[in-house]
């Protein structure tokens, strides 16, 4: 229907009393229908839509786009249907949330014209649901507000800030083998002890706090996550709670609502207890830059201004941890910070900083759980570490010769990325590589990790976990764009050396103390990926106790 029969109709509408003699409720209808139309023509029209045409996508329908396909589908039947659209319509898809243009890439060439430069900084309109929960916090800020932020924030996690963590990483991590000892001998979701851990964790170290949270209170506020990502999820990728005035009038807003009052309970009373409790003169610690080490540690084929800070930050310096540092920022009347930054960012990196390393380390127990010849190999190269001390505390400098260990983790993070999905906003128009496309500016570039990760024509085998795909020979050869669980460029993760040092620890720990067990396969996985990427069936695996001799 051309624009000037709509326009007739509409005339002939209002010259006979707009109502064609029939009842208001048909003459509603007939109006809404008109303007549906009329919209849709618009919509076809437009420069955007016409300017993605060629770009292939599944089959819309008028309005909805694609929006359709995920009705009434779970969270791991939503990723199941993307996926299996994927593969068939190749390495770069679009799809239609009624008006919104999202553009999904799987090509490292393309990742890296987003990712890599200062241009596609902005966070997409997707990661706005994040907000009465981050507020500004660095995951979703833009601008000027992010970048002086991380400016902030990144030194936190310098190198011998990390090294200072590795004793408490231990504790925590003899702590938690000594709970799930309990459940030797029998299947049971290891999540659950990890997501417990990683918070416990985070509060000691990055939040500083010296007495945890009475009863089980990190693991309601893991558990308020896991749910609360539910709510987000369902937001992003459902037409009709995107919208705010549709949404406030549902369950999942009072589901939302819950959730949110655990979290931002908790995080508030982590902020009170370490303010109430800061010294400054006996917080942070002092040393001397080795920057030599620094240069040995830059081993897993990833580098970002995390690299640069440690390599350029010579000299001795005192160092405080992240909720210090800013407790202290917010004092100094020269410093751009506030209260609200505090808790923006404390709740930013609670989040970010548990969730995707509780589900990494459950992915990789798993993974040794099914690949005993794996399993063997960690375990052999933990004894010719520890000798036969193999209860010993662990030490920094031992985290540096588990490069085995480091090839395992990698290729968990390779195969079951925790962030399987990034998006950004294009600041303008950009031409990709993979194809005669052009994306318009305003577009939401989904960047699918999982789906990198899995390309035959760069991990020959793609779907066999094989930890020596990160041997240095085989990373010299490969982009450096088809890596990237931490995402990459200016916005890659603040927390991927303190997530690489923390695993470690806690893996050799657990590796040491259990033979791990699966009675599953990798087939029998069935991926969610509500934000962070998990297994809706469990984390399933049993443990048996490593004996040693005891001391005489
Ligand atoms: C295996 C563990 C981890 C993985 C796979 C991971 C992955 C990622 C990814 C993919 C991003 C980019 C997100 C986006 O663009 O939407 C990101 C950002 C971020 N991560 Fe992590 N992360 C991990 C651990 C951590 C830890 C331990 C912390 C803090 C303690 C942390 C803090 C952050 C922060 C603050 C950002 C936002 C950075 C910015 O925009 O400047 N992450 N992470």
């Not at 902030?152 to 991590?173: N, Y």
């Not at 369902?234 to 037409?239: S, Y």
């Not at 160092?319 to 960012?345: G, Y």
């Not at 890596?483 to 991927?496: N, T, W, Y």
Request: net charge neutral.
């Amino acid at each position: 229907m051309s624009v000037e029969t709509v326009q007739e109709t509409l005339q002939q509408a209002a010259k006979t009393g707009g109502g064609f003699g029939l009842s208001p409720l048909i003459t509603g209808l007939v109006g809404t229908l008109i303007v549906m139309a009329l919209y849709e023509y618009w919509h076809r029209n437009s420069r955007k839509y016409r300017m993605v045409a060629n770009i292939p996508s599944p089959p819309s329908l008028p309005l909805l786009g694609q929006a359709h396909l995920a009705a009434g589908l779970s969270n791991a039947e939503i990723l199941a249907v993307g996926l299996g659209y994927l593969n068939k319509y190749g390495e770069t898809m679009k799809a239609w949330l009624g008006n919104v243009l999202l553009v999904f890439l799987t090509n490292p060439n393309d990742i890296e014209l987003i990712l890599s430069g200062h241009q596609h900084l902005g966070k997409a309109e997707e990661y706005r649901y994040f907000k009465p929960w981050f507020g500004d916090g660095l995951l979703i800020s833009n601008g000027h507000h992010w970048r002086h932020h991380r400016k902030m924030i990144a030194p936190t996690f310098h190198q011998s800030i990390l090294k200072s963590f590795v004793p408490t990483f231990v504790e925590h991590s003899k702590a938690v083998s000594g709970r799930m000892a309990k459940e030797a001998g029998k299947a049971f979701d290891v999540h659950d002890y990890m997501s417990q851990t990683t918070v416990d964790i985070l509060l000691s170290t990055a939040m500083g706090v010296k007495k945890l949270p009475e009863g089980n209170k990190s693991f309601e506020y893991a558990q308020a996550v896991v749910d609360m990502c539910d709510v987000i999820h369902k937001r992003q990728v459902k037409l009709l709670y995107r919208l705010d005035s549709i949404y406030k009038f549902t369950k999942l807003r009072e589901k939302g609502d819950r959730m949110m009052n655990i979290i931002l309970g908790m995080t508030r009373n982590v902020v009170k207890e370490r303010k109430d409790n800061f010294q400054p003169e006996t917080s942070g610690i002092v040393e001397e830059t080795d920057q030599a080490a620094i240069k040995a540690q830059v081993t897993e084929g990833l580098r970002d201004d995390l690299d640069d800070i440690d390599e350029n930050d010579v000299g001795a310096k005192r160092r405080l941890a992240l909720l210090d540092a800013m407790v202290e920022m917010a004092k100094n009347p020269d410093i751009e910070w506030n209260e609200k930054d505090i808790m923006d960012e404390v709740n930013t990196i609670m989040f970010e900083g548990h969730d995707t390393t509780s589900a990494g380390s459950s992915f990789a127990l798993c993974m040794m759980g099914i690949h005993k010849d794996v399993q063997a190999r960690v375990f052999a190269e933990q004894k010719a570490i520890f000798g036969d001390q193999m209860q010993r505390d662990c030490t920094f400098a031992d985290t540096m010769e588990m490069k085995y260990l480091e090839r395992v983790i990698l290729e968990t993070l390779r195969l079951y990325p925790p962030v399987p999905v990034i998006a950004r906003r294009l600041d303008h128009d950009v031409k990709l590589t993979s194809g005669p496309y052009t994306v318009p500016k305003g577009t939401t570039c989904v960047v699918l990790q999982y789906c990198v990760h899995r390309r035959a024509d760069i991990y020959p085998n793609p779907t066999k976990f094989d930890p020596d795909n990160f041997l240095p020979e085989r990373m010299a050869n490969r982009h450096y764009y088809s890596f990237i669980p931490f995402s990459a460029g200016p916005r890659s993760c603040v927390g991927r050396k303190y997530a690489m040092l923390k695993l470690k620890v806690l893996l050799s720990t657990v590796v040491r103390n259990f033979i791990i067990h699966s009675t599953e396969t990798e087939a029998d996985f069935k991926l969610q990926a509500d934000i962070i990427l998990k297994l809706e069936n469990g984390f399933n695996v049993s443990l048996e106790q490593r004996k040693y001799p005891t001391a005489a």
